[in-house]
T-cell receptor, first 117, second 114 residues
Framework: AQSVTQPDIHITVSEGASLELRCNYS??????LFWYVQSPGQGLQLLLK??????LVQGIKGFEAEFKRSQSSFNLRKPSVHWSDAAEYFC???????????????FGQGTILTVHP | DSGVTQTPKHLITATGQRVTLRCSPR?????VYWYQQSLDQGLQFLIQ???????AKGNILERFSAQQFPDLHSELNLSSLELGDSALYFC?????????????FGEGSRLTVL
């Protein structure tokens, strides 16, 4: 069964500082990988996704993530954080073709990001 | 705007009652997913429908049921409600033209059971 671990429940950074949110997944093959962001009272918005190809993927709002197969990781990064980035971030893994789990996403527990001015 | 519409946005009801949550997927998406988000359980997958048929089941209680209609909208029925059912229920859609990809989430229906 697929699973996702986000080791950091809460991260605090200063505005302008760099950010890295960790994500480790468990899946039998190369999965689909996603990062979503949830602002208070809102639904989840897709930041970026990895399906195949270049392991460094660019997303919206200046975010990027790197897929590292050897480490089963898909960490999210941003070089300079803005106050508006304060939100909860979810990493998710999706199954590839075949089986009843195709298309379903499994989410990590989320990381809450606080940005100090 | 994700294109996924959920109603109602907020719902307050009493234990033992039954409620129905409704979801309209993005135009062209064939699959609908229901997730429950609570403080202690996080985002839990409940159930998936694809083009009207149940595709996958997750941690969905027997008191809960769902269906997807011919026009592809979906309803999640929650019955014999308990205090612990209070949560944010998300609907997501995906699989345009049958191609798997990312999911698009609605803004959720917040259920409070008193």
């Amino acid at each position: 069964a697929q699973s996702v671990t986000q080791p950091d429940i809460h991260i605090t950074v200063s505005e302008g500082a760099s950010l890295e949110l960790r994500c480790n997944y468990s899946y039998g093959a190369t999965p689909y990988l996603f990062w979503y962001v949830q602002s208070p009272g809102q639904g989840l918005q897709l930041l970026l996704k990895y399906f195949s190809g270049d392991t460094l993927v660019q997303g919206i709002k200046g975010f990027e993530a790197e897929f590292k197969r050897s480490q089963s990781s898909f960490n999210l990064r941003k070089p300079s954080v803005h106050w508006s980035d304060a939100a909860e971030y979810f990493c998710a893994v999706g199954a590839r073709a075949g089986g009843t789990s195709y298309g379903k996403l499994t989410f990590g527990q989320g990381t809450i990001l606080t940005v100090h001015p | 705007d994700s294109g996924v519409t959920q109603t109602p946005k907020h719902l307050i009801t009493a234990t033992g009652q039954r409620v129905t949550l409704r979801c309209s997927p993005r135009s062209g998406d064939l699959s609908v997913y229901w997730y429950q988000q609570s403080l202690d359980q996080g985002l839990q997958f409940l159930i998936q429908y694809y083009n009207g048929e149940e595709r996958a089941k997750g941690n969905i209680l027997e008191r809960f049921s769902a269906q997807q209609f011919p026009d592809l909208h979906s309803e999640l029925n929650l019955s014999s409600l308990e205090l612990g059912d209070s949560a944010l229920y998300f609907c997501a859609s995906g699989w345009p033209q049958g191609i798997a990809g990312e999911l698009f989430f609605g803004e959720g229906s917040r259920l409070t059971v008193l």
